[in-house]
C-alpha cells in the first residue's frame, strides 16, 4: 500500500521555525516529483513547494519564498519542508503530494497520484 506520512507539525511562535517531514512507502518516489500544499480554515488548498525527482528544480510560492526551504532525501524515500520566520498567516494542515510531473504537479494539483493525511502547523502571535 502506497502511502505518504507527514509528521513535525505542531504550535510554534510566530518567528518560529518547524520542520516538517513527509516519509513515503510502498514503492520509491525517486522519480516523482514532491512537494507540500496547505489549507487553512475557510480556505482553498494552495500551494506551498515543490521540488523534482532529482532536486534540480525547485519552486515556492511567492507567499513563503526565502522563509521555507524544500529538500529531499530519496534514499529515505522522504521530503522535507523547513518553514523559518514563521506567521499567523501560515497556520494551516500541510499536505505532502507526489506527482509525476513538475510542472502539473504545480497547476493541476487536482492530478497527482498521492497525498498525506495531512499534519496541523498552528502559529500563535
Known amino acids: 500500500q502506497v502511502q505518504l506520512v507527514e509528521s513535525g507539525g505542531g504550535l510554534v511562535q510566530a518567528g518560529g521555525s518547524l520542520r516538517l517531514s513527509c516519509a513515503a512507502s510502498?514503492?520509491?518516489?525517486?522519480?516523482?516529483?514532491m512537494g507540500w500544499f496547505r489549507q487553512a480554515p475557510g480556505k482553498e488548498r494552495e500551494f506551498v513547494a515543490a521540488?523534482?525527482?532529482?532536486?534540480?528544480?525547485?519552486y515556492y510560492a511567492d507567499s513563503v519564498k526565502g522563509r521555507f526551504t524544500i529538500s529531499r532525501d530519496s534514499a529515505k524515500n522522504t521530503v522535507y519542508l523547513q518553514m523559518n520566520s514563521l506567521k499567523p498567516e501560515d497556520m494551516a494542515v500541510y499536505y505532502c503530494?507526489?506527482?509525476?510531473?513538475?510542472?502539473?504537479?504545480?497547476?493541476?494539483?487536482?492530478?497527482?497520484?498521492?497525498w498525506g493525511q495531512g499534519t496541523q502547523v498552528t502559529v500563535s502571535s
Open positions: 503530494a507526489a506527482g509525476r510531473n513538475f510542472y502539473r504537479f504545480i497547476s493541476s494539483p487536482h492530478e497527482n497520484d498521492y
Open positions: 510502498g514503492r520509491t518516489f525517486s522519480h516523482d516529483t
Open positions: 521540488i523534482s525527482w532529482n532536486g534540480g528544480s525547485i
